[in-house]
């Protein structure tokens, strides 16, 4: 079992200030930050619990390296976004609580061994689930960040990254196209018809494999 900590860099907690091109010979001064400072942010707490094996055979020239993991992270810090009339573009939170589990496999083999000629290779493969257990008692789901792209005055829409209970970290929610029963898209004055908010996929992949070679 492992425990660590996290916390934000320097002057994340307090309203930083800049100076513009003078006005009438006089210094302009403005707010310099695009996050809204949180007074009450607490460090964020990661417990791991971690186990595996390794070994190897046939004289060192097959080997075999696997861990199973899960991280309890607690407080995490994350920067929601929130309506940008306010004059900033997000607030930092602490996310309540997050789950992570998965494991690591990594295969390594000499398919050929002589005293002229080694090769050497290697099969890496991750796998990792996570889930949002628990924001605060009043939210359950808030926006990460969204996409610039698509407006609803083109008939398209933008896309969201989401924090939500009981989903995986990051999901990316958005509108999609109308469709008929056909499963075709649905046009209208030439321009494909807006349909429901769904979610769309994950922030990012959570299965990564390499394969390594050395001659």
């Known amino acids: 079992m492992a425990q660590s900590g996290g ?7 307090g309203l930083t200030y800049s100076y513009a091109d003078a006005y009438r010979k006089y210094p302009v001064g403005s707010i310099d930050n695009g996050t809204i400072p949180n007074l009450n942010l607490k460090p964020l707490t990661s417990i791991s ?22 991280r309890n992270t607690k407080d995490d810090i994350v920067n929601a ?24 496999l990594l295969l390594t083999g000499t398919p050929i061994l002589s005293s002229h000629f080694r090769w050497d290779t290697s099969f890496n493969f991750a796998y990792n689930k996570s889930e949002i257990k628990r924001i605060t008692d009043d939210v359950t789901e808030f926006e990460l960040a969204k996409s610039r792209t698509g407006h609803d005055s083109d008939n398209c829409g933008p896309a969201w990254i989401y924090q939500q209970v009981g989903q995986p970290y990051g999901i990316i929610r958005g509108v999609t196209f109308k469709r008929n029963d056909k499963g075709e898209i649905m046009y209208e004055n030439g321009l494909p018809m807006k349909g429901e ?19």
């Open 7 to 13: 916390a934000v860099g320097a002057y994340q907690l």
């Open 49 to 70: 619990y971690e186990g595996g094996f390794e070994a190897r055979f046939f004289n060192n020239r097959f080997g075999i390296d696997f861990t199973y993991y899960v």
């Open 197 to 215: 908010i769904e979610k769309l996929g994950r922030k990012r992949a959570s299965i990564h494999i390499r394969i390594q070679q050395l001659i």
């Open 81 to 104: 976004g929130i309506s940008t009339a306010s004059g900033y573009g997000n607030v930092k939170i602490n996310a309540g609580k997050v789950n992570n589990h998965g494991i690591e």
